[in-house]
C-alpha cells in the first residue's frame, strides 16, 4: 500500500551518529532511527574519527532499512531524498553521502544536499509546526554559534558568529580537563545544578560589544587557568561552582545577544537550536529575558536537539520546497561548510 503524502528519506552521518528518518510533508515524523557511538568513543574523552567512519559504514544500511521499516514504507513510497553533506567528519560524511547517492540513482528520486546546522534549525518546525517567519535564531553546537535572522524560510541574515571556539566546544573541553564525563555538556548542565553561579569570577567576551559575535576561546582559557593555580596550589577544585559560574559566563553571552538582535528586529519569536540548545539553565534563562521582552522562546523536544537525520529530511524537504538546488550525483563532502 502506498503511503499518502510526500516523503522524504533523511540521512544523518556527520559525526557519531548513524540516523535515518522519514518524514511526511515536511513536519510529520514517521521515523526516526538513531545509532549512536557514544560507549566507543567515551573512553577516549571525544570522538576519534577512525572508529566513527567505521562504525557508520557497519551502521547505515541497518538504520535506514529500520527507519523504513517503522515508517511502514518501501523505497517505491519515497519522494526525496535528503542527506547531510557538511560540516562534519569527512569521513562519517561520505558514508552518509554514498549511501544517500545509492538510493537516489537506484531509485530515481531526487538528491538534496543539507547544511548539517540548518537541519538543527529545520527541527523547530517539527516540534512546532505553526511556526512562521520572521524570528531571529540561535545555533548553539559543538562546532558553530551562530545567531541569524529569518525574514522568511530559505532566506536568512547572518547576523553573527563565533570569532573562535563555538560555545559547545568550550563545554567539551572545560568538561574534559574537570574530569567530569563525556559529553561535556549535559556533564556540565547537571553538575552545575548544585554549584554556585556566581563562586568565581569569570569573563564574558565581548558581552558590550556594539556587533552580535561571540568569542569563547578567552572565556575556556580563564577557567584552565583557575583550575591549574588551584593544582598548583595544593588545593581542591569546587567543580560544582566552577561549572556554575563557567556555565553562567556562557548563558549571559548567548542571552545578551539574542536581546540586542530581538530589539533591533523588532520581532515576537527566537528560535534556539543545536546540542547546546538541550542546556537547561540557557533555556531557562533566556525565555526569562524574552518573556520580558513579550517574545516567546522555541526550541526542539530534547530528542530533537542531538544530531538526527529527522532535522535533515526537514530541512531538506524546505529546500525542495523552495526549489533551491538539487543536489548532483557528483555530491561531495564538505567538513568545513559554514553558514551562508
Known amino acids: 500500500m502506498i503511503k499518502e503524502g510526500f516523503l522524504t528519506l533523511g540521512i544523518e552521518s556527520s559525526c557519531d551518529e548513524t540516523s535515518a528518518a522519514v518524514i511526511k510533508d515536511g513536519k510529520e515524523v514517521l521515523s526516526n532511527i538513531v545509532a549512536s557511538q557514544i560507549d566507543w568513543h567515551r573512553k577516549f574523552g571525544g570522538v576519534v574519527p577512525e572508529i566513527a567512519s567505521r562504525k ?25 531524498v535528503a542527506v547531510t553533506y557538511g560540516p562534519g567528519l569527512v569521513g562519517g560524511l561520505l558514508v552518509g553521502i554514498a549511501g544517500a547517492k545509492a538510493i537516489a540513482y ?4 531526487p538528491l538534496v544536499a543539507v547544511n548539517h546546522i540548518e537541519g538543527h534549525i529545520y527541527s523547530n518546525f517539527i516540534s512546532h509546526p505553526e511556526l512562521e517567519p520572521p524570528l531571529v535564531c540561535l545555533t548553539v553546537s559543538g562546532g558553530h554559534t551562530d545567531l541569524l535572522y529569518f525574514e522568511e524560510l530559505g532566506e536568512y541574515e547572518i547576523l553573527g558568529r563565533t570569532k573562535d571556539d563555538a560555545a559547545g566546544e568550550a563545554f567539551d573541553k572545560v568538561a574534559r580537563v574537570m574530569e567530569i564525563g563525556y559529553p561535556g555538556g549535559p556533564a556540565i548542565d547537571k553538575l552545575a545544578k548544585t554549584g554556585d553561579l556566581e563562586a568565581i569570577e569569570l569573563p564574558r567576551p565581548l558581552i558590550y ?41 556562557v548563558v549571559d553571552v548567548l542571552t545578551s545577544k539574542v536581546v540586542k538582535a530581538v530589539k533591533a528586529k523588532e520581532i515576537g519569536q527566537v528560535l534556539l537550536s543545536g546540542g547546546v540548545s538541550a542546556n537547561s539553565h540557557l533555556r531557562s534563562v533566556l525565555a526569562a529575558e524574552l518573556k520580558q521582552l513579550g517574545v516567546k522562546l522555541y526550541y526542539p523536544q530534547p530528542k530533537l536537539c542531538t544530531d538526527n537525520a529527522a532535522m535533515i529530511a526537514t530541512a531538506g524537504y524546505f529546500k525542495w520546497k523552495l526549489k533551491q538546488q538539487i543536489a548532483p550525483y557528483a555530491l561531495n563532502a564538505d567538513p568545513g561548510l559554514r553558514l551562508g
Open 56 to 80: 557508520h559504514v557497519e551502521l547505515i544500511n541497518p538504520v535506514i532499512q529500520e527507519a523504513l521499516e517503522e515508517a511502514g514504507v518501501s523505497y517505491s513510497d519515497l519522494n526525496l
Open 209 to 249: 560589544d556594539d556587533n552580535y559575535d561571540f568569542s569563547f576561546s578567552g572565556l575556556k582559557t580563564a577557567v584552565l587557568n583557575y583550575i591549574n593555580q588551584k593544582q598548583q596550589k595544593g588545593e581542591d577544585i569546587p567543580k560544582a561552582d566552577l561549572a556554575a559560574s563557567f556555565q553562567q559566563a
Open 106 to 109: 537506484a531509485h530515481e528520486l
